[in-house]
């Protein structure tokens, strides 16, 4: 098969595997107004911060518009926000910040008749609310970080409109968790998804206009990554789906996604199109890992390892390699297929994706067969003196 | 770390395997394993013609320290019967470790592991299952197996003659030379089988020759050992190249 027609036929399945796992742009509405109802419910006047300076905002990959279809249909999607109140640190502890958002949260869980409990993780508070769709929320206490750290933050070269996003978070686990004055936890969700916009502006661009002009959006400005459907958002999730399905049996081995998309989106290059991004990505991926510490740091935050877990548990490392050496090698094999079956085949198991048939010889396209080279059955010869079955002790 | 195991995977020709066997895949592992697992097609045939096209569920567990430690072999789907040759942890015991290493000793790769270990043995497997006898052949369980093997290969007389010369592959080439040859023909080692024992000197480092002849040696029970006296006290054979390795078990 020629080159062309090699690419034509991988763009094919490349795009299919794309739009199968790409969720419908009204799941991101319903986190939308999901996050805005509770951001709502923060404001509403009898609230403990009714008259704080307050904000909700997502952050994570329904921010950076790259959720995945979950592999279990009944599983829950991760919706995580930030709730941000300007607190003077000097009266107000960590503890006592996330006892009062987690009041909050607990009022809104009863207004909303949730009967789940809501739970107290290390730094969140995790509400459940199903309703039509199962989703789990995140809800990250903070506070702006001060100016001090921000300058901070320049002076380790990050520039400054990401830096100013900066905050301060609480952490159960923090030796000063319940001291006044101290320094807090740093957090910079809204810098990270800024930086990360920045990384796809211009292959963003025209989609971005035709949504504006199509007056879906009033300015630029108003649409939302989740609406940008960029190369490098696509490749993320087939990069994120193919580590779901090699880790189903491990979920806690996986290669986080903070790691995947910040690797990803550092080696993108603006390639127009998925297959293109996706062959960059996956080839430059390691080289973006530092040689020593912090491995991958935080774009906006260099002081903050992505990959810190990796030191304590090294089996996480290799989990991360091993993912990386399967990828590069499913990204060459699925060049070489020829067959609409083959293909089928290979998209479910790598994927877990059920290719139709129609669109696996689409994606063959019609250089696909004739081009395609028959490979010659091999055959195993059975030595005479092949090892003779044992039994050990 | 992963620089090593880059150049790891290079050296034991992973993505060989995984191309051969296209089914098959990297598995969640660890810092010290790389798991490949997923169905292995197989198609074989032996010198008589016979032909085996078949798949099995496997799970390959191949140490970091690969391939002076010997992958781990599963058949995860019930495929392989419980009472065919298995180790203690479930594992297909797919030959004498020593000849397994033969293998490994010719080439690390994992792609010629699969061909000239493990597809022998699910080819066998496949046999079994029809009826058939298994036409390589099986090696007892335990020690005992093992010394038929070194018997067999190295032509001694008797599983004890074959203990002796895991003794003598412990030894310097020149300092083994000069002792008696186990065969019992009179004459030295080196004027005698030492050409089967270069088949496998170098294989394993003498020190691993001298754990083995340790094990072997504390496992063989006393009915082994009179068994092996007794055949010791046969007349003697000498070297004898064409009797042919062990054809049917």
């Given at each position: 098969m020629t080159e062309s027609g090699r690419v034509a036929s991988t763009t094919g399945v490349v795009f299919e595997l794309a739009s199968q796992l790409e969720i419908p742009t009204t799941l991101y509405k319903k986190a939308e107004s999901r996050y805005a109802g509770l951001a709502d419910w923060f404001h509403r006047?009898?609230?403990?911060?009714?008259e704080a300076d307050c904000m909700v905002y997502p952050q994570g990959s329904f921010r950076l518009g790259t959720v995945v279809r979950p592999l279990d249909p009944k599983q829950e999607y991760d919706l995580d926000l930030v709730c941000s109140v300007a607190v003077d640190r000097r009266s107000t502890s960590q503890m006592t910040l996330k006892a009062v958002v987690g009041e909050e949260v607990r009022a809104y869980a009863k207004a909303m008749q949730i009967r789940q409990r809501v739970e107290e993780k290390k730094r969140c508070w995790r509400l459940n609310y199903t309703d039509d769709v199962p989703f789990h929320m995140d809800i990250l206490p903070a506070t702006p970080d001060d100016a001090r750290f921000v300058d901070a933050l320049v002076a380790q070269g990050v520039p400054r409109p990401l830096a100013q996003y900066t905050v301060a978070i609480t952490d159960?686990?923090?030796?000063?968790?319940?001291?006044?004055g101290a320094d807090w936890p740093k957090s910079n969700p809204k810098g990270y998804a800024t930086w990360f916009e920045s990384r796809m502006q211009e292959v963003a661009g025209l989609r971005i206009k035709a949504l504006v002009d199509s007056l879906q959006?009033?300015?630029?400005?108003?649409?939302?990554?989740?609406?940008?459907?960029t190369p490098l958002q696509q490749a993320i999730q087939i990069l994120k789906r193919h580590r779901d399905v090699m880790f189903?049996?491990?979920?806690?081995?996986r290669p986080i996604s903070m790691i995947i998309t910040t690797l990803a989106a550092e080696s993108?290059?603006?390639?127009?199109d998925v297959l293109s991004a996706l062959r960059r990505i996956v080839a430059d991926m390691p080289q973006r890992?530092?040689?020593?510490?912090?491995?991958?740091?935080?774009?906006?935050?260099?002081?903050?390892?992505?990959?810190?877990a990796w030191q304590a548990n090294p089996d996480l490392r290799a989990a991360f390699f091993d993912w990386h050496t399967q990828l590069s090698l499913d990204t060459q094999m699925a060049a070489e297929i020829a067959d609409p079956a083959a293909l089928i085949d290979f998209a479910s198991a790598r994927f877990a994706v059920q290719l139709p048939i129609d669109r696996a010889k689409a994606s063959l396209?019609?250089?696909?067969?004739?081009?395609?080279v028959v490979r010659p059955e091999v055959v195993t010869r059975i030595a005479p003196n092949a090892p003779r079955p044992w039994g050990g002790e | 770390m992963s620089l090593d195991r880059s150049r790891a995977y290079a050296e034991w020709g992973v993505t060989g395997l995984l191309r051969a066997q296209p089914q098959l895949q990297i598995l969640p592992g660890s810092e010290e394993v790389l798991v490949l697992g997923g169905p292995l097609r197989i198609n074989a045939e032996d010198e008589r013609g016979v032909r085996v096209t078949d798949v099995f569920d496997i799970e390959i567990r191949v140490d970091t320290q690969y391939p002076d430690v010997l992958p781990a072999v599963y058949?995860?789907?019930?495929?392989?019967?419980?009472?065919f040759h298995r180790n203690?942890?479930?594992?297909?015991?797919?030959?004498a470790p020593i000849r397994l290493y033969q293998e490994l000793h010719r080439t690390a790769s994992l792609e010629a592991y699969v061909d000239k270990c493990l597809v022998p043995y699910l080819f066998q497997v496949a046999l079994v299952q029809a009826?058939?006898?298994?036409?390589?052949g099986e090696l007892s369980h335990g020690a005992k197996g093992v010394l038929e093997f070194y018997r067999d290969e190295l032509r001694m007389p008797s599983l004890l003659a074959a203990l002796d010369c895991v003794r003598l592959l412990e030894l310097p080439w020149a300092a083994s030379n000069a002792?008696?040859?186990?065969?019992?023909?009179?004459?030295s080692l080196g004027a005698c089988h030492s050409f089967f024992l270069d088949k496998l000197?170098?294989?394993?480092p003498r020190e691993w020759f001298h754990r083995e002849h340790k094990r072997l040696h504390a496992s063989c029970n006393v009915g082994l050992v009179e068994a092996a006296i007794g055949a010791s006290h046969q007349p003697a054979r000498g070297p004898d190249p064409v009797r042919s390795n062990r054809g049917v078990g």
């Open positions: 006047k009898e609230s403990a911060l009714s159960k686990d923090h030796h000063d968790y319940e001291v006044l959006y009033k300015s630029i400005d108003e649409v939302p990554a989740y609406e940008w459907k189903r049996t491990n979920r806690q081995a993108y290059r603006g390639e127009p890992i530092r040689a020593a510490r912090p491995l991958v740091p935080n774009p906006v935050n260099p002081a903050e390892d992505f990959a810190d396209g019609a250089t696909g067969h004739a081009g395609h | 058949e995860t789907r019930g495929k392989v019967p419980a009472a203690s942890d479930g594992s297909l015991c797919l030959g009826g058939q006898d298994p036409p390589l002792e008696a040859c186990p065969c019992g023909s009179g004459r000197r170098g294989v394993r």
